[in-house]
C-alpha cells in the first residue's frame, strides 16, 4: 500500500446486512491483500518495480465482472440498493491502491465489449466465490463513484457503475409489430390538447386579424329610378339593376317568405352556425360544387363584403365578419342588407327591383303567394324562373310549397288562407325594354338637369341608389309620341323616298303657370338616334324669333326710323330686300319666295312672316336689347349664333325646342319667367334626402308687352300663317318658322294651360350633317305650317283633353286695341267676354281679315251718311280678345270709328258695309280690306269658331 495519505471519503450511511459467507459483516475482509501479492505476482517485472500491471483484458473483465455480478445479485437479494451496500471507510481506504493500479487498465480496455464481461452467464459467480467478499468491496466503491463521478480519471469507475446498474434493474419488454405504429393513449391525449390549443389560438389571432372590410363595389353600386310625376316607372339606368329600400318598404309577407325560405331561425341563432359552415368547406374543398348552408348573416357579409368565389379563404372571412357584424349590427339591419344585395334573376339585385322584374309592383305590395315565389328564387335564380324555364316550373312549385308551408310552420301563414293559394305565375320578362323608345332620350336629359342644375354629380349618379320624380305627365308623353307618329312617321317612306330618312323630330312641352316640362319628343328610338332632337341646339329657330323682336319694341316703347311708337298696327314697308334703315351696314333680306308686300302693318307682317319688316324692326329696337329680351324670356346666353345684328329677327340663333317652349312658356304666363323644371323630387333608400332649389319667379318683360305679343299672336293662328293650328279647339297664339335652306321647320305655341314647341328637322343619318327636306312626305317642301303645326294641334288637343278651355286674360299697350262702348241704351252686353270667365267658344260677330287695313293710320273712315272717309279709325282690334268681360267688347271686327244706326249701306270700298245695328245683331262686316267701317259687336267671335 502506498503511504501518500489518501483523501477521505464521506461516510456511507450503515445499512443492517446478512453476514456474507458466514463471516460478520463487522469483520474486515483479508482478501484484497492476498489478492493485490497474487496480482503482483502475476504481474510480473511491472509489478516488482511498483508500476501497475497491465492485466489481460480478459482478465480484468473476469475479475470485474463476476465481482460486480455478484454485488448485484447480492443487492438484490437484500433489496437494498447496492449503493447502500458499500464497505465502512476503512475498507475503502484499503482498496484505494487497487483501484488506482487497476484504473490505467481499466481506461486502456473501456472500449472492450462490455456485454461480454455483462453478460457472463451467472454460474461463472460460483468459481469466483474466493474473491466474494473483495469483490464485494470493490464493488461497492465503484458503484459510488459511478454515481457522482465527473472526471474523466474516474471514467472507468463510472462504467463499472452503470453496468451494475444495468445489470440491476429490471427492463420493459419492448413494442413490436404494428403496435409501434399506433400512438399510445397519452400520445392521443397530447395531440387533442394540442389541437384544442391551437383552434383557440387561431380563433383568437383570426378574430383579431379579421377586420369588417368596406362594401365590395358591386353592393354599392344600384341603378337610378326614374319615374313620371304619377309615380309609374320610365327607367332604370346603371349596370346594377338595383334598388335599396327599409324594412318599411317591403311587406311583412315577403320578409317572412325570405326567412321561411333560407334562415327560419334567423332572430333566434347566432351570427354562424360551424357545422353547416364545416360542411360547406368540406364540399367546396372536395369539388362538390357550390354549397350553402350558411346564415342569412353570412350570405349578407358574402353578399355586401366578399365576393361570390367558393373558397376557403372566403369561408374564413365570412366566419369572422359574422361574429363581428353580428355584434355591431341589429337584425333588422342584417335583414334589410340582406335583402337589398340577394340576386333574384332577370338582372335584379334587391327585393325592389326583382318586384318589378317579376311582378311590376313594389316590394311593399307583395302578398304571400308572389313573396314565397320570389323567396324560392334567391336559392336558383335563372333555374326556378318558369317564363325562362318552363321545364323547371315543377322544382320551382316545388320549392315555393316549401317556403309556404314554413310560413306556417312558423306562424307567418294562417293555415286557412295557406290551403287557398295558387301559384303565381309572373310576366314576361321585358327583353332590352331598358333605354329603347322615348326612355332613353328622357333619362339622359333628365340627368343632364340634374347635373347642370348641381342637384346631383355625376359621381353620385354613377352609385346610383336614387328615385328621381319627374315632372312628366305620362299621359301627356305618349300623347306627344302619338301625335309625331301619325302627322308625320306614318307618312314617310325611307325605302321609296331618300329624303325621308333625315327626317327627325323633337318637341317639348311646358305649364306656362308652373314652369313644369310635362312631355318631350326627342326621336323614333334611343338605341337607333341617339341624339335627343328635344334638346340639341344645331338647327336654327327661324321666324319663330320674331315675336321677340315684337315683344322687346313693346317693351322698350321702341319708336320706328320716323318715329312712330311700334304696336301691332304700325306700318312697315314690307318690300322684298329693302334696305334696313338706321344700321351701319348693308342688310336687304329676302322675303320668303320673294314677295313683296308694300305697306303693312306689323300685325299682319307677323301673320305673313315679313322678313324685311321685321329686320327693320330690330334695328329700330336695337339688336343689342333684342338679345337682351330673348335671353330674359328663357333663351340661354350662350345659345349659339344669337348675335345682335339686323339677322337676330330672322333666327339663325340655333335654340333648341325645349329653350324655346321656355320662352313661349314666358309670354304665355304674361312676362313672368319661372324657370322650367323637370324633377320633382329626388329620394334614396325611402328618405327625401335631395334639397330641390326653389323655383323662383321674376318679370321679364312687362305684362302689357306679353299680352300685347300674345295678341299678336292669336292673328297668326286666326289668319296667318299658324291657321292649321285652329285645330285644337281652343285659344291659341304662335308663330311658324322656317330654317335655312329648309333644313328645319318649326311651330311654336301655346295655349292659357299649356306651351309647346315642334321641329322637324333633317339629318344625314350617316354624316350627321343638316339636309334640306324638300321632297319629304311627297310634299315639295316642308315648312312650319305644315307637319309641325299639324302635331302641335294634335297633341295639345289630346293632352288638353281633360282641362276645360279658357281664353287668354290680356292686358294690352295703349293703342294696341281701342273699343268703343256701346251707345245704343237697348243694346244687351254680348256673352263672350272672356276676361273674368265666359263660355267658349262665345256667341257674337265675327273676325275679318279686314282688320289690319281698317285699322291704319286714319287711312279710312266710317261712314255716317253714305260717303267716304268722314271719320278716321284710331285703331284695330285685338282678333278676339274683350277689354271688358262684363259687356262682351270687341273680340273682332269691326274699328272703333265705326257708328251706329242709322246708315242703309254706304259703300266705301270694295266691300260694302249693310250698316251698322244696335242691339240684338252680332256685328258684321264683310270689307276684306276694311275700309268700311262696322259697328261694335255684342260679343265677337273669332273667324275660327265660325259655326
Known sequence: MSDEPQPQQPAQPQQPQEPAEGRDAEEPPAAPAAEGAAAAAEGGPDAAEGRPPTPDPGTAS??????????????????????????????????????????????????????????TDATEVIPRAVHGEAAAAEAGPRRAKSETATAKSEA?????????????????PGRTGLRRLLPTWRMVFGGFILAVLLLICGFLLGYSLVEIPPANALALKQSNVYLY??????????????????????????????LAAEDRDFYTESAVDPQAMLRAGWNTVTGKGRQSGSTITQQYVKNYYLGQEQTVTRKVKEFFIAIKLDRTETKDEILRG???????????????????????????DLDPARAAYLAALVNAPSEYDVVAHPENKGAAVARWNYVLDGMVKQGWLARSERAGLTFPMPKESSVSAGMSGQRGYLVRII?????SNKILDDEQLAAGGYRITTTLEKSKQDAFVKAVDDQLMARLDPKNRKVDSYVRAGGAAIDPKTGKVVAMYNGIDYVKQYTPNATRRDFQVGSTFKPFVFASAVQNHSETQDGRVINPNTVYDGTNERPVEGWNGSYAPENEDGRSYGDITAREATDKSVNSVYAQMAVDVGPDKVKETAIALGLPATTPDLTATPSIALGPATASVLDMAQAYATLANHGERGTYTMVQKVTKGGAEVVELPQRTTSQAVSREAADTTTAVLQSVVQNGTGTPAQAVGRPAAGKTGTAEEDTAAWFAGYTPDLATVVSVMGQDPVTAAHKPLYGAMGLPRINGSGAPTEIWSQF????????????????????????????????????????????????GGQDTQGQDAGATQGQTGTPTD?????????????????????????????????????????????????????????????????????TTGTGGTPAAWQP
Open 62 to 119: 473476469a475479475k470485474s465482472g463476476p465481482g460486480v455480478e455478484e454485488s448485484g445479485e447480492a443487492a438484490i437479494e437484500s433489496g437494498t440498493p447496492t449503493a447502500d451496500r458499500g464497505t465502512d471507510a476503512p475498507d475503502r481506504g484499503t482498496d484505494a491502491p487497487a483501484r488506482e493500479t487497476d484504473a490505467p487498465a481499466r481506461e486502456t480496455n473501456r472500449e472492450t465489449d462490455a456485454t461480454t464481461a455483462r453478460g
Open 156 to 172: 472507468a469507475a463510472a462504467e463499472s457503475g452503470t453496468t451494475v446498474a444495468e445489470s440491476g434493474t429490471a427492463r420493459r
Open 229 to 258: 310625376a304619377d309615380g309609374t316607372e320610365i327607367a332604370r339606368d346603371g349596370v346594377v339593376n338595383r334598388e335599396n329600400v327599409g324594412l318599411a318598404q317591403i311587406s311583412k309577407e315577403a320578409q317572412h317568405a325570405v
Open 338 to 364: 340582406y335583402l337589398n344585395t340577394s340576386y333574384f334573376g332577370r338582372n335584379a339585385y334587391g327585393i325592389q327591383a326583382a318586384a318589378q322584374a317579376y311582378y311590376g309592383m313594389k316590394a311593399a
Open 447 to 451: 340627368r343632364d338637369y340634374l347635373t
Open 796 to 843: 295639345t288637343r289630346d293632352a288638353l283633353k281633360d282641362t276645360p278651355a279658357t281664353d287668354f286674360d290680356l292686358q294690352l299697350q295703349n293703342g294696341a286695341d281701342e273699343t268703343l262702348p256701346p251707345t245704343d241704351p237697348w243694346q244687351t252686353p254680348g256673352t263672350g267676354g272672356q276676361g273674368d270667365g265666359g263660355t267658349w267658344p262665345p256667341t
Open 866 to 934: 253714305g260717303t267716304t272717309g268722314a271719320t278716321p279709325t284710331t285703331g284695330g282690334t285685338t282678333g278676339g280678345t274683350p277689354t271688358d268681360g262684363t259687356n262682351g267688347g270687341t273680340t273682332g271686327g269691326g274699328a272703333t270709328g265705326g257708328t251706329t244706326g242709322d246708315t242703309t249701306g254706304g259703300t266705301t270700298g270694295p266691300t260694302p258695309t249693310t250698316g251698322g245695328t244696335t242691339g240684338d245683331t252680332t256685328g258684321t262686316t264683310d270689307g276684306t280690306n276694311g275700309d268700311g267701317g262696322t
